[in-house]
């Protein structure tokens, strides 16, 4: 399996693409602000041909060039139900310092083609078998992509795009509309932590790590095995 991943040019915000093999159809994940011309490098080094976008959740700077990557090539982009308005209007899950920022400014559109994601399927796309987790908290549509990791770089037994819901120390913010902390501790608890220990964690930000490493040292994770224990401050990491 190949997958390659590189981060956007605003909020480090990680672009994947996946495929089989080389020379193969791919699945594109999480294509941001100013990642074109990166993907179509990427796209030509390993002779890939996207059939699709994955969206692990609606925020601006996890889909601001979905419409170009999916209109360049007619292929669909998958969004779960609840984050389906954002892919119309993005500025629904933005703070109002943002939406002053972005708010009418950005040459944003909505692609063509869209497919929903539903809780607990498999997704057969590019030779791939994707099962897709709902787990919602940073955003009411946030999943996570999970798939055999067999003959990936990491040789383990599951790779999974966790989007903005697990990073490697911390979890994706809350506080945004759309976000929920009681949510977010149940997608952790009924959809991360039941996850095994070598399980490579390809996260929408950041350095890539494993369901173990998380165990064993993230403080969000932490709380939910010891609710006693001395609760950690709220994230902010993600837009």
């Known amino acids: ?104 400014r950005l040459p944003y559109t909505e692609p063509d083609d869209v497919a929903e994601l539903t809780d607990g399927a498999t997704l057969a796309l590019a030779g791939l078998e994707i099962t897709v987790d709902h787990a919602p908290g940073h955003t009411g549509g946030s999943v996570l992509f999970r798939l055999p990791g067999a003959g990936s770089p990491w040789e383990a037994e599951q790779v999974c795009l ?18 929920s902390m009681p949510r977010m501790l149940t997608s952790l608890r009924e959809k991360v932590l039941p996850l095994a220990d070598d399980t490579v964690v390809l996260p929408g930000h950041g350095p890539a790590t494993t369901i173990g490493r998380e165990r064993a040292r993230n403080p969000y994770l932490a709380d939910l095995a010891d609710p006693g224990g001395a609760r950690p401050a709220a994230p902010t990491r993600g837009l």
């Open 1 to 104: 399996m190949l997958v390659a991943g590189f981060p956007a040019d605003a909020f480090g915000t990680n672009c994947y693409v996946v495929a089989t093999a080389p020379g193969e159809q791919c699945v594109v994940v999480d294509p941001g602000i100013g990642v074109l011309d990166r993907l179509d490098a990427v796209l030509a080094e390993h002779r890939l041909h996207p059939a699709a976008v994955l969206l692990t959740h609606g925020h601006l700077d996890h889909t601001f060039s979905v419409a170009p990557v999916c209109g360049a090539r007619g292929i669909p982009a998958y969004v779960h139900p609840e984050d389906r308005e954002l892919l119309a209007d993005p500025t629904k899950a933005l703070s109002m310092d943002l939406t002053a920022v972005f708010g009418g």
């Open 162 to 179: 966790s989007g903005d819901v697990l990073f490697a120390g911390s979890i994706g913010r809350t506080d945004l509309p759309g976000g």
